[in-house]
């Protein structure tokens, strides 16, 4: 492990961060609120930290000429994905401490991590008391987080003198990464433009609707980054308007397809990705759960209509399955039923390659393909069979990997609740803590119910709030980036 290379890209990540911060000084600049300080100061300490981990990592800026720079192995990919989101967080959660948003580093710290990891869980109970500054920041952590610092980054890694293909194998969410283009960095740019696009457009059409130009931009934030934090203590319900719901579904479900698949119609390939397996089987869970929790709506008598249950269906259904975490409506009031579904949605989560949480549709599709591979081949013994995903067999690799997360996932499902029952002072009961951990480890942000359903984390005790923290870190870096921290091998030289 080559300590001082990692410390050099944390540096990077601490200074994108830091400077970031400049973003929601302008309006506490234009509003003339005393967050500014806030920013100040919290610019000036992450700059520090930055300056520091650049000094430990030797200090040296390498050239841009081909070549002249070290690549990350794989053991230093994993140390710095892993350990950048705990150093932006880290940064991140100094506004919140210092403009006295929040009173404690532990609440500043899981709203931040909150943010970075489009998780959306917040401790805030009344966030439309906050003045605009802060209120932009948390949605740009979102926006920042959404895509991956670490992809923003690998544009200019090589001024640091790192390279990066190993970077982005270990950050890129799924179960196959692909090297899209022959430059990681060019690929970096392209995910960007995509990222951006979305964003705007999403701007754009919510203005078309009603919203002033902060709010669309902080909801398409959270909205594109499948993160959920708002501007309203109602959420999306607070505007009342269908259009904006409508608008809000659209790119949330935009938002949790593959961005590979955006490049891949962008460079022609229309076919190829129409028929993507992972992009079918992911529409056709949400038209199915949308027309049957709708139907279940409509016959119990919970909506005003049969749009209102269809709108109502699909909004919800797409803001549990890309855990994004928005709320149009009440749905702790549903039937049991309809919450069950959406759970189980949130926990498959969206395509490999997106924005979205959950175990990721991918791998639901290889599991699935291969237990059918199983199952017929208890009926013909002699038979050669072979599981497939696009026409291509999955690799043995490959498939033990997905088996392998599948148990990993319950593992610390398991000793994730455990953890929160036992630092839960009695506060939180099974049910309050296999919530929070669902909602954590799928990067979900609200439950079905307590903590966070329709409401604030800010009950929770302390150590609760760090499990769940460590949760959200785990679900969004799909387990491996942070487990291995936690392996001597991987710090060894």
């Known amino acids: 492990m080559r300590l001082r290379l990692v410390a050099r890209v944390l540096s990077l990540v601490s200074l994108v961060v830091s400077l970031c911060m400049v973003f929601p000084m302008m309006w506490s600049a234009a509003d003339r609120t005393d967050d500014i300080r806030a920013f100040a100061a919290s610019l000036a300490c992450g700059i520090t930290i930055s300056y520091a981990l650049f000094m430990a990592g030797g200090g040296r800026i390498g050239s841009v000429k081909r070549g002249d720079y070290e690549e990350l192995g794989i053991r230093e990919a994993f140390a710095v994905v892993g350990l ?155 505007y009342g308007s269908p259009y904006i719901e409508w608008v809000v579904t659209f790119f949330m479900l935009a938002s949790g397809v593959s961005f590979s698949l955006y490049l891949l119609i962008l460079a022609g390939f229309w076919d190829k990705a129409r028929r993507n397996e992972e992009f079918l089987l992911y529409a056709r869970l949400f038209l199915a759960a949308t027309l049957l929790i709708a139907a279940v709506l409509f016959a119990g008598g919970f909506c005003r209509g049969a749009e209102h249950s269809l709108r109502a269906a699909a909004f919800q259904t797409a803001g549990f399955m890309t855990t994004t975490g928005f709320t149009s409506e009440n749905y702790i009031a549903w039937p049991y039923f309809t919450r069950f579904i959406i759970l189980l949605l949130a926990f498959i989560g969206g395509c490999a390659g997106s924005t979205g949480g959950g175990l990721k549709v991918a791998r639901v599709l290889m599991l699935a393909r291969c237990m059918r591979v199983e199952l017929l081949n208890k009926l013909h013994p002699n038979a050669v069979l072979h599981a497939k995903v696009n026409g291509k067999v999955i690799p043995p690799r490959v498939m033990n990997g997905v088996m392998a997360f599948f148990t990993l996932y319950v593992v610390l499902f398991i000793g994730a609740t455990a953890a929160a029952l036992a630092m839960g002072n009695n506060k939180l009961d099974v049910a309050a803590a296999v919530s929070g951990v669902t909602a954590s480890l799928t990067n979900l942000g609200p439950g079905l119910g307590t903590p966070g359903a329709l409401g604030a984390y800010g009950w929770v005790p302390p150590g609760v709030k760090w499990t769940f923290s460590f949760c959200m870190l785990a679900g969004r870096l799909e387990l491996y980036a942070v487990v291995l921290l936690f392996f001597p091998s991987t710090w060894r030289r």
């Open 84 to 238: 950048s989101w705990v150093i932006a967080s880290a940064v991140g959660a100094l506004p919140y401490l210092f403009s006295g948003a929040l009173s404690s580093y532990t609440d500043a710290f899981f709203e931040s991590i909150s943010g970075f990891t489009a998780t959306g869980a917040s401790v805030i109970a009344d966030v439309e008391v906050l003045p605009r500054g802060i209120l932009f920041w948390r949605g740009l952590t979102h926006w920042l987080g959404g895509m991956g610092i670490i992809v923003l980054s690998l544009a200019v890694l090589p001024f640091l003198g790192v390279g990066g293909m190993e970077l982005y194998k270990a950050e890129f969410p799924g179960p196959t990464p692909e090297k899209l283009t022959p430059r990681v960095q060019q690929m970096a740019l392209l995910l960007w433009e995509v990222y951006l696009f979305l964003t705007c457009a999403e701007t754009f059409f919510l203005m078309l609707g009603g919203m002033d130009f902060f709010d669309a931009l902080v909801h398409s934030f959270g909205t594109v980054a499948t993160g959920g934090f708002s501007t309203k203590n109602a959420s999306i319900a607070h």
